[in-house]
């Protein structure tokens, strides 16, 4: 098992801005935003990274797609755009190893990414 931070927010231990909940995933806000909608979704069962998620795992992983473009398309900037982002391990930039996806919206995105 995986015990970071978010399972501290998927507890409600510590405070954080709940956007989306369904059974499975949390979205929430994230607190370094790195566009004007800049929300993380995450599975409530703990996987490290996504090197970790099994064919178990592919309806969740489904999952945590759908809810961010229900997401973005709920905000009215689907047709716009944005993007999602997964990052895996160190070279990638995971800080937090609970398998989460970003979804960034609001502003024009560049390629490649830094
Ligand atoms: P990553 O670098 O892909 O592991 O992304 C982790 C993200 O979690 C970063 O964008 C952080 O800003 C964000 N983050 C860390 N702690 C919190 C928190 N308590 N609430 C919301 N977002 C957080």
Redesign the pocket.
């Given at each position: 098992m995986s015990e970071t931070?978010f399972s501290k927010?998927i507890r409600r231990e510590?405070p954080?801005d709940i956007v989306y909940e369904d059974d499975a995933v949390l979205g929430?806000?994230?607190?370094?935003p790195q566009a004007p909608v800049h929300v993380?979704f995450i599975p409530k069962q703990a996987i490290p990274t996504l090197n970790e998620a099994t064919p178990a795992d592919a309806e969740l992983l489904g999952k945590l797609l759908l809810a961010a473009a229900a997401y973005a398309k709920q905000l009215g900037l689907a047709e716009r755009g944005y993007r999602v982002v997964v990052?895996c391990n160190e070279e990638a930039?995971?800080?937090?190893f609970h398998l989460?996806l970003?979804l960034l919206a609001g502003r024009r995105m560049h390629w490649p990414p830094g």
């Open positions: 931070i927010i510590i954080a929430f806000s994230d607190v370094n993380l990052n930039g995971q800080t937090v989460h970003h």
